[in-house]
């Protein structure tokens, strides 16, 4: 099962900006999405359940249908540059998209 | 100190067995809720799932690893270990350990990483 996602984004600040990720089924999944800023460990950004853990902002959504989930970031603001992962699980497996790199113009 | 933490060798050897502990300072190993998982990530690359272990004792790892992959827990030490044989240079990554949610596969906790190299 493979997970595809655009190697990288730009926005400017203040715009908003939709993050995809695309699996065969992927809307029938459970998908999850990361956050990993330069140097650092991934963290949770939004869960397939839409849990945001402390910290991550409401501009944060995430949603999916057909092939294809997205995490959409409202109002991006400088600090959201980062690369984003996406993630399923599949029959025992676990699956990371390739990851988008958002920079933040 | 972060609620899990890698430790173990930066350089191995070619042909030799990597060898990794995650200390775990927030929950246990022994907690049924969660898998106890390793996720590598080669430089300037994506991430990739390596493998879980829960305290069922079931196991899960990637197929691309799967010959080579050894994950444990040690309840004594509420830690849990990677072992990974035969490495090579494609090996060399940062080494992140991380509790997956069993009901919903979320990771939910990741140490802060460990890097490996492979070289002589």
């Known amino acids: 099962y493979v997970l595809t996602q655009p190697p990288s984004v730009s926005v400017a600040p203040g715009e908003t900006v939709i993050l995809t990720c695309g699996g065969q089924?992927?809307?029938?999944?459970?998908v999850h999405w990361y956050q990993q800023k330069a140097g650092q460990a991934p963290v949770v950004v939004i869960s397939?359940?839409?849990y945001r853990p402390s910290g991550i902002p409401e501009r944060f959504s995430n949603s999916q249908s057909g092939n294809t989930a997205t995490l959409t970031v409202s109002e991006v603001e400088a600090g959201d540059e980062a690369d984003y992962y996406c993630?399923?699980?599949?029959?025992?497996?676990?699956?990371f998209g390739g990851g988008t790199k958002l920079t933040v113009l | 100190q972060g609620l899990l933490q890698e430790s173990g060798p930066g350089l191995v050897q070619p042909s030799h067995t990597l060898s990794l502990s995650c200390a775990v300072s927030?929950?246990?190993?022994?907690?049924?809720?969660?898998?106890w998982s390793w996720v590598r990530q080669p430089p300037g690359k994506g991430l990739e799932w390596i493998g879980y272990?829960?305290?069922?004792?079931?196991?899960s790892s990637n197929p691309s690893l799967r010959s080579r992959v050894t994950i444990s827990i040690d309840t004594s030490k509420n830690q849990f270990s990677l072992r990974l044989t035969s490495v090579t240079a494609a090996d060399s990554a940062i080494y992140f350990c991380?509790?997956?949610?069993?009901?919903?596969?979320?990771?939910?906790?990741w140490g802060q990483g460990a890097q490996v190299t492979v070289s002589s």
């Open positions: 927030s929950g246990d190993v022994s907690d049924v809720s969660y898998y």
């Open positions: 993630q399923v699980w599949e029959t025992r497996y676990v699956i």
């Open positions: 089924d992927i809307g029938r999944k459970s």
């Open positions: 272990f829960h305290s069922s004792g079931s196991t």
């Open positions: 397939h359940q839409g």
């Open positions: 991380a509790r997956e949610e069993v009901t919903t596969s979320l990771f939910d906790l």
